[in-house]
């Protein structure tokens, strides 16, 4: 159909050709955009989808016919099958799957309590460890764990130097890392050269580096390079 004004009856463009103009008295006067039915019967069915607008205009989405009573098959189909498979009836359907949703939902705060919880037993245990040594260097460690993703790499690094003050700790799991350490300056001194060795790239806030790796398989090869610095440093202190 035409947008806005129709052409004007008069003009001597005859690029429309014959213009059929159909008038619902008290709704709507528009022009033709076919297909043309010899009676509304032919239609079957009219299912309307949706309304909407569009540049001040009202746009329609609708099927009719054929179309419309294969898609109201398939959403029965859809209906009876997700019914069977959570073992309720039609009628319950939607009860049924916000239920679920809710409980979806209760299980994923569950879980990231569990997860939290267990991050915090993680970093205490490393904390507990690393005050074990006594030396600036020997203040080094690294953690691996399969699945974890940096929010409980940071949670148990957040429990780890609530325990012990002063270290550093790589983090790692299958292709992320959390390099953390305090004073933050000690991450300064090796977050270059552990990254290099790593493959790793990202960023984060003073004495906390952390992203994705590539080379994850050189963590015990990093710990060794951050005791190298760490010593070295040490020793020209001195």
Request: aromatic share 4%; net charge negative; glycine share 10%.
């Given at each position: ?8 009856v ?8 014959p ?10 006067v ?5 297909t ?8 079957q ?7 909407g607008?569009?540049?001040g ?13 294969k898609a ?5 189909a ?6 069977k ?15 679920l ?5 209760e ?19 490393l ?14 460690l ?11 790499l ?23 890392f ?6 933050p300056?000690?991450?300064?001194k090796?977050?270059k050269q552990?990254l ?22 050189h ?20």
């Open positions: 159909c035409f947008r806005g004004k129709l052409p004007d008069n003009d001597e463009d005859d690029t429309f050709g213009i059929r103009v159909v008038e619902i008295v008290g709704v709507d528009n022009a033709c955009g076919g043309h039915l010899k009676n509304a019967s032919e239609l069915v009219f299912k309307l989808l949706s309304v607008r569009d540049r205009h009202i746009r329609l989405k609708y099927i009719t016919g054929d179309r419309a009573l109201f098959n398939r959403s029965l859809l209906s009876f099958g997700v019914g498979l959570l073992a309720c009836d039609v009628g319950v359907l939607e009860s049924r799957v916000a239920a949703l809710q409980e979806r939902k299980n994923a705060k569950e879980r990231k309590e569990l997860s939290e919880e267990l991050a915090s037993a993680v970093g205490k245990q904390g507990a460890k690393m005050s074990e040594a006594n030396e600036v260097e020997n203040q080094v690294q953690f691996y764990r399969p699945g974890a993703d940096v929010q409980f940071n949670a148990a690094a957040n429990a780890l130097f609530e325990e012990h003050e002063n270290g550093i700790a790589l983090l790692t799991s299958d292709d992320v959390l390099l953390a350490g305090h004073p300056s000690r991450v300064d090796v977050k552990v290099e060795l790593i493959g790793g790239r990202g960023g984060g806030k003073p004495g906390r580096v952390q992203g994705k790796a590539t080379a994850l398989e963590r015990e090869d990093s710990v060794r390079l951050i005791k190298e610095i760490l010593t070295k440093d040490a020793l020209d202190e001195e």
